[in-house]
Structures are given as structure tokens and as C-alpha cells.
């Protein structure tokens, strides 16, 4: 994968989908400024970010006051904002787990895009691709035995629920930006697109809002509780007890962090255990919302959401020091934060279903939520369940 300068839409021989960007200005995307950081460099990621945006006129000081409606064609559109689960962990002081296995992803990435020509169409013709067989980071036994151990700490008190999250990777050869592009296309994916920079790439289908300011609204819509995408299997996510009771603890954790963060009293929750359809899959999703307390800044905001509570657990900060534990390797692109701030808009999606390329390797991330009901088995299938999708689309 080849990195020369900033990578935005100028530099790409088609035009790139940023998720959560405006749909009117797509055609007209192209990169002004960047900033990355990763684990082990100096300063506070969540602060940074702030920081960042000010310096280029983006409004993020206080959320509550109204950014304006628009922007103008001589400003800043907007920035797409990613910020992984290990700098989460890092932003409340805990430990970010297993090193990176994309090693050339950061753990933030901001990239202010104004308003240009848009790029030339790409050329036709035979398409140079490759992938190579799928490696999983664990054995499906080992995922299994991670699940006991879940259920073990569960028994003892140490935690209620905790997010299992395997990872795979694949060689390849070729530019991986159209193939990661086609997770944009998957039914469902509220957060479809991608970001790219000098030897990476991130490829996004996600059906999950973190955190989105809409009419001077935070809202988040926590994802908890997967069947299959038949009428049986909706039947079967409705009726139980097991997801039902797991979504529910989600849906408080997601309230508590929205309380910190939030004017007194305006926390609610607008629809609890929704059935909503993601390709194959029929997954539970709730809304909750809140008024922002006068003078939140986004830094304060990412510290209180990230990382998101439905793929850490509860409490969050135990859950993600059994998650360092557990898991073999890092979480990388996936679990993380993804999505746009600009004038008047802030949406951010949370980073499941989503795969990432570096130099010569693809990478996909897939889990659940594990309680003391959990079967390690169904939790196995559960996780491959989620990321074939992704799979077949990637070759």
C-alpha cells in the first residue's frame, strides 16, 4: 500500500466515502490538514482532537451552544474523526490492551476536509487484487476458553458483562481502498465509508451510533443482542431473557456515561430493545439521549463515551482490564470511534463491522457480550456470524 503526503480524495483515483460526512458535499471532499497520534506519543489524545479542530474554526469548545447550520465554501467542511479503543482506554486510565496487529493504523486520526474539484473518475480496466487465506489471531477452542474466563470473573463479582472481540488477518496485494470500500454498501451500515492515510486504510460498515448531537440532543443507540435475520431468529431476540437482561445493563451504562456529560435530569431513554436488521442479522438497539451541559467540549465528550460501553461492559473500567487479559491482540481499527464533526453536526459511529489494511495485511475484529448465561460455543458462532459479511466481501 502505497502513502505519499496526505491521502484524501484528491489522491485517489475515485471518490472516497467518509462516513457520517454530508451527503452534498461528497462530491467535493478534499483534505486540507491531518492530525495522527499513537499510543507511547506525548500529550492527551482527547485534548489534542480539541485542540486540532479549534485551530482550523471547527466549533467544539461547547457543544450546547449551536455551531451554526452549514458551513461556507471558502471554510472547513468538517473533519472525519477516529479514535481507536485503545486511546478510549488510555482517555479513562485504563490499560489499552494487546499491541495493535494493524501496525501502521493510529490510534487518532483527524482529517480536515474543505471544499474542491472533485476527482477524476477512475480509469477502466482489469483490476490488480489479491487476498489470501483468512489467519485467525486465536483458535476457535482458545476463544472459547476466553469465554470461561469471562464467566469465571462474572461468578466472582469482578464484573457483570465483558465484550470478547478475535481478530483475523489476511494477506493482499493491490490497492485495498475500493475492496474496503464495498463494506460501505452493506445493508445497515449507518457509518459506511472510509478514512486513509499514508500506509493504512479503514473500511467501516458499522450499524452503531456512539454518539451523535442533533438538535441540541446527544443521542446513542447502544447495539446489544444478535440472532439470525429470520423470522425465528427475530421471534427468538425478542423473547429472550438472556439478551433482553444484557441489552438492559448496557443501556444503563450507556445512561451513566451520558449523565456525566449531560444538563441534570435530561438524561432519557426514547426506545428501548429495538429489532433492527444488519445484513444477515437481526440485532437489538436502544436510543438514549440527553441535553449537553452548557460549555462541554468534545474532548470531555470522548472521555465520558469512549470506549463505548456495548464493546467493553460493565463496569466499564473492570471490564477493560479483564479485556487486556483476555484478548491476544489488540483491537486496533475495530471498537474504536468513527465518524464526522463539522458546523452544527457531530455523528460518530462506533467501529464494529469494520476492517482495516496496512501495509501488506487485511484485518477484521468480531465479538460479544459475555454474561454468566453465555454459551462459549454460541458465542464462537456468534462472532463468525458477524464477521463473514465482512469476509466475503473483502476478495
Given at each position: 500500500?502505497m502513502?505519499?503526503?496526505p491521502?484524501?480524495?484528491e489522491?485517489?483515483?475515485y471518490l472516497m466515502?467518509?462516513?457520517?460526512?454530508p451527503?452534498?458535499?461528497a462530491?467535493s471532499l478534499v483534505?486540507?490538514d491531518?492530525f495522527?497520534?499513537?499510543l507511547?506519543?506525548?500529550?492527551?489524545?482527547a485534548?489534542?482532537?480539541?485542540?486540532?479542530?479549534?485551530a482550523h474554526?471547527?466549533?467544539?469548545?461547547d457543544?450546547a451552544r449551536?455551531g451554526?447550520?452549514?458551513?461556507?465554501?471558502?471554510?472547513?467542511?468538517?473533519?472525519a474523526?477516529?479514535?481507536?479503543?485503545?486511546a478510549?482506554?488510555?482517555?479513562?486510565?485504563?490499560p489499552p490492551?494487546?499491541?495493535?496487529?494493524a501496525?501502521a493504523?493510529?490510534?487518532v486520526?483527524?482529517?480536515?476536509?474543505?471544499?474542491g474539484?472533485?476527482?477524476?473518475p477512475?480509469?477502466?480496466?482489469?483490476?490488480d487484487?489479491?487476498?489470501?487465506?483468512?489467519?485467525?489471531?486465536?483458535?476457535?477452542?482458545?476463544?472459547?476458553?476466553a469465554?470461561?474466563a469471562?464467566?469465571a470473573?462474572?461468578?466472582?463479582?469482578d464484573?457483570?458483562?465483558?465484550?470478547?472481540?478475535?481478530?483475523?488477518?489476511a494477506?493482499?496485494?493491490?490497492?485495498?481502498l475500493?475492496?474496503?470500500?464495498?463494506?460501505?454498501?452493506?445493508p445497515?451500515?449507518?457509518?459506511g465509508?472510509t478514512?486513509?492515510?499514508?500506509g493504512?486504510a479503514?473500511?467501516c460498515?458499522?450499524?452503531?451510533?456512539?454518539i451523535?448531537?442533533?438538535?441540541?440532543r446527544?443521542?446513542t443507540r447502544p447495539i446489544?443482542?444478535t440472532?439470525?435475520?429470520t423470522?425465528?431468529g427475530?421471534?427468538?431476540?425478542?423473547?429472550?431473557?438472556?439478551?433482553?437482561?444484557?441489552?438492559?445493563?448496557?443501556?444503563?451504562l450507556?445512561r451513566?456515561?451520558?449523565?456525566?456529560v449531560?444538563?441534570?435530569g435530561s438524561?432519557?431513554v426514547?426506545?428501548?430493545y429495538?429489532?433492527?436488521r444488519?445484513?444477515?442479522?437481526?440485532q437489538?438497539?436502544?436510543t438514549?439521549s440527553?441535553?449537553?451541559?452548557?460549555?462541554?467540549?468534545?474532548?470531555?465528550l470522548?472521555?465520558?463515551l469512549?470506549?463505548g460501553?456495548?464493546?467493553?461492559?460493565?463496569?466499564?473500567?473492570?471490564a477493560l482490564?479483564?479485556?487486556?487479559a483476555?484478548?491476544?491482540?489488540?483491537r486496533g481499527?475495530a471498537?474504536g470511534?468513527l465518524?464526522?464533526?463539522g458546523?452544527?453536526?457531530?455523528?460518530l459511529?462506533?467501529?464494529?463491522?469494520?476492517?482495516?489494511?496496512?501495509?501488506?495485511?487485511?484485518?477484521v475484529?468480531?465479538?460479544?457480550g459475555?454474561?454468566?448465561?453465555s454459551?462459549?460455543?454460541a458465542?464462537v458462532?456468534?462472532?463468525?456470524?458477524?464477521?463473514?459479511?465482512l469476509?466475503?466481501l473483502?476478495?
Amino acid at each position: 500500500m502505497m502513502g505519499h503526503g496526505p491521502v484524501g480524495v484528491e489522491a485517489l483515483p475515485y471518490l472516497m466515502r467518509v462516513p457520517a460526512a454530508p451527503g452534498s458535499c461528497a462530491g467535493s471532499l478534499v483534505e486540507r490538514d491531518r492530525f495522527e497520534w499513537r499510543l507511547g506519543e506525548p500529550g492527551d489524545p482527547a485534548a489534542l482532537i480539541e485542540q486540532f479542530l479549534a485551530a482550523h474554526g471547527l466549533p467544539v469548545g461547547d457543544l450546547a451552544r449551536p455551531g451554526g447550520a452549514g458551513h461556507h465554501d471558502d471554510g472547513p467542511c468538517g473533519a472525519a474523526l477516529f479514535v481507536s479503543a485503545a486511546a478510549g482506554a488510555v482517555l479513562v486510565a485504563a490499560p489499552p490492551g494487546a499491541p495493535n496487529p494493524a501496525v501502521a493504523v493510529p490510534d487518532v486520526a483527524v482529517i480536515v476536509y474543505g471544499h474542491g474539484r472533485p476527482p477524476a473518475p477512475a480509469p477502466s480496466g482489469p483490476v490488480d487484487w489479491w487476498r489470501g487465506p483468512w489467519q485467525p489471531s486465536w483458535t476457535a477452542q482458545q476463544h472459547a476458553a476466553a469465554v470461561d474466563a469471562a464467566r469465571a470473573a462474572i461468578a466472582r463479582g469482578d464484573i457483570y458483562q465483558v465484550n470478547v472481540v478475535g481478530h483475523a488477518a489476511a494477506p493482499y496485494r493491490g490497492d485495498p481502498l475500493p475492496v474496503l470500500a464495498r463494506l460501505g454498501g452493506l445493508p445497515g451500515a449507518r457509518y459506511g465509508g472510509t478514512i486513509a492515510g499514508a500506509g493504512w486504510a479503514i473500511g467501516c460498515a458499522s450499524p452503531e451510533t456512539l454518539i451523535e448531537l442533533v438538535d441540541g440532543r446527544l443521542v446513542t443507540r447502544p447495539i446489544k443482542g444478535t440472532r439470525p435475520a429470520t423470522p425465528a431468529g427475530r421471534t427468538e431476540l425478542l423473547a429472550s431473557t438472556k439478551e433482553r437482561a444484557e441489552h438492559i445493563m448496557i443501556v444503563d451504562l450507556e445512561r451513566n456515561d451520558l449523565a456525566r456529560v449531560a444538563r441534570t435530569g435530561s438524561v432519557r431513554v426514547d426506545d428501548l430493545y429495538a429489532v433492527r436488521r444488519w445484513c444477515d442479522l437481526w440485532q437489538a438497539e436502544s436510543t438514549v439521549s440527553a441535553s449537553p451541559a452548557d460549555g462541554l467540549g468534545l474532548a470531555d465528550l470522548l472521555r465520558a463515551l469512549c470506549p463505548g460501553g456495548s464493546v467493553t461492559g460493565a463496569p466499564k473500567l473492570s471490564a477493560l482490564r479483564h479485556i487486556a487479559a483476555l484478548e491476544p491482540v489488540g483491537r486496533g481499527a475495530a471498537m474504536g470511534a468513527l465518524g464526522w464533526v463539522g458546523p452544527g453536526r457531530l455523528d460518530l459511529g462506533l467501529t464494529i463491522r469494520t476492517a482495516a489494511a496496512d501495509g501488506d495485511r487485511l484485518h477484521v475484529w468480531a465479538g460479544g457480550g459475555i454474561t454468566w448465561g453465555s454459551d462459549p460455543a454460541a458465542e464462537v458462532a456468534e462472532a463468525r456470524a458477524k464477521a463473514a459479511p465482512l469476509r466475503t466481501l473483502l476478495t
